[in-house]
Structures are given as C-alpha cells and as structure tokens.
C-alpha cells in the first residue's frame, strides 16, 4: 500500500495579468467605459465591482487545477457548481495492475500525526480492505465490484474546472474553519496562490488562520503538459 500526501498541481499559463486584461475588457461592455482601459491593466476597476457584488463580470475566464486527495474530500469538490470535472474512476482502474504498483495508494490523514494509537488503526483498516480488494479481484469479481470495499482515505486524481466567479466561492466556503480539516488542508494553500497570481480577484477572501502552513498540501506550477501528479 502505497501513502502519499494530497498535492495540486496548476499550469503557470492558467493565471496571470493577462486574464485580468481580458475580464477588464469584457466588463466594461456593461458600463460602455472601454475607453478608460490601459494597456497592462492592474484590475482595480475588477476590485471595484467585486466589492459591490458585481461578480457575473468574472464568470468569463476559468481555470483549471489537478488536485491529489482522498475520495471523502473529492466527494465534496464535486457538489460545486458550476463546474467540470474528469476524476480516476474506481470503475476502470484495476490496482492490481503493473501501472499501479499491484497495490492501491490512500492519502495520509495529517491530524493523527501526533495520535499513534489512531494512526495505527487507520493504517491497519486500509490495509485489510486493500487484502479484501485484491482476494475480490483475484477471484473474478471486476474493479466495479471489489471497489466496494475501498477506504474514502484512497488516493484519487481529479481534474477541476471553475470559472473565475465559482472558485471565488470554492473558497469561501473550503479555506473556512468550518470546512473538513483535509478540505482545508488543498483548499488554503490554493487560495494563497490565486491570491498571488490573481490578487485583485481573491486578495479579500479569508481563510482559516489558526489552520498550521506546515500541514498545508503542495501546490506545484508547471509549463509541462505532460507532468504527472
């Protein structure tokens, strides 16, 4: 069994002054003020209209995040809308397959790390349904079948698109101390990257300070297509 820690990873083409040149432009339409543009614009005028509730003006652009977390957490990214989502599907994917390491991967639950006794029940769990996975699939039944048997800590992969407007709401509601600990644990450090690259459309959203950066998931930028989570 393979343990691993939730990660994201986002293209560096995704974000950017460019974005916020194009969603300037789109909502000046409604004000007819496209002659108040200048090039290189900052998005004061998009701060503006967020403050006041204006926030359609945003819904223009999008963009797109793979995330590495557990199928409990990912049960929740999908009740957002609006969005599009491509998630690993238990339905197709045979863990007992070369590619996978003949075994399954679960996301580690940050919050026992000081609670051994708690850990080692987890642990012991995910491993006697990975053993009742593999006797499923070894005696014929089909992925689709022995998934039933699967932990909500096993690892997934899932692609997610919002626009602009909806990860603004994402996370309102994920990065608040309300939200699930591993919720918490993808969603604030990705609210601290929107914020660096897209400050004038994130900077005024909270999170929970009191939740520790060192137990913060990974976010990682890259130009490669291609590169793996």
Same mark, same amino acid.
């Given at each position: 069994?393979?343990?691993?820690?939730?990660?994201?990873? +986002?293209?560096?083409?995704?974000?950017?002054?460019? *974005?916020?040149?194009?969603?300037?432009?789109?909502?000046?339409?409604?004000?007819?003020?496209?002659?108040?543009? /200048?090039?290189?614009?900052?998005?004061?005028?998009?701060?503006?209209?967020?403050?006041?509730?204006?926030?359609? +003006?945003?819904?223009?652009?999008?963009?797109? @995040?793979?995330?590495?977390?557990?199928?409990? +957490? !990912?049960?929740?990214?999908?009740?957002?809308?609006?969005?599009?989502?491509?998630?690993?599907? /238990?339905?197709?994917?045979?863990?007992?397959?070369?590619? =996978?390491? %003949?075994?399954? !991967?679960?996301?580690?639950?940050?919050?026992?790390?000081? %609670?051994?006794?708690?850990?080692?029940?987890?642990?012991?769990?995910?491993?006697?349904?990975?053993?009742?996975? *593999?006797?499923?699939?070894?005696?014929?039944?089909?992925?689709?079948?022995?998934?039933? @048997?699967?932990?909500? !800590?096993?690892?997934?992969?899932?692609?997610?698109?919002?626009?602009?407007?909806?990860?603004?709401?994402? =996370?309102?509601?994920?990065?608040?101390?309300?939200?699930?600990?591993? *919720?918490?644990?993808?969603?604030?450090?990705?609210?601290?990257?929107?914020?660096?690259?897209?400050?004038?459309? =994130?900077?005024?959203?909270?999170?929970?300070?009191? =939740?520790?950066?060192?137990?913060?998931?990974? @976010?990682?930028?890259?130009?490669?297509?291609? %590169?793996?989570?």
């Amino acid at each position: 069994m393979i343990i691993q820690k939730p990660r994201a990873l +986002i293209y560096a083409s995704e974000l950017g002054e460019a *974005m916020t040149t194009r969603l300037e432009r789109y909502a000046r339409v409604c004000y007819k003020s496209e002659d108040k543009m /200048t090039s290189g614009a900052k998005g004061d005028f998009l701060k503006d209209k967020i403050a006041i509730g204006h926030e359609s +003006i945003i819904e223009h652009e999008k963009a797109t @995040v793979l995330l590495i977390v557990d199928r409990g +957490i !990912s049960h929740e990214i999908v009740r957002h809308r609006i969005g599009a989502y491509s998630q690993e599907s /238990t339905r197709y994917c045979r863990y007992d397959r070369d590619k =996978f390491g %003949n075994e399954i !991967s679960v996301i580690e639950p940050f919050f026992w790390e000081n %609670n051994a006794a708690a850990y080692k029940t987890w642990l012991n769990a995910c491993q006697e349904a990975e053993t009742a996975y *593999m006797k499923l699939l070894a005696a014929g039944c089909p992925a689709q079948e022995a998934r039933s @048997v699967l932990p909500n !800590s096993l690892k997934t992969e899932i692609a997610v698109t919002y626009n602009m407007r909806s990860w603004r709401h994402f =996370f309102q509601l994920r990065c608040d101390r309300a939200a699930h600990p591993q *919720m918490r644990q993808i969603s604030i450090p990705l609210l601290l990257y929107f914020q660096k690259k897209l400050p004038y459309l =994130f900077a005024d959203i909270g999170y929970d300070n009191r =939740f520790s950066p060192a137990d913060y998931a990974e @976010v990682i930028e890259t130009d490669i297509l291609f %590169n793996p989570l």
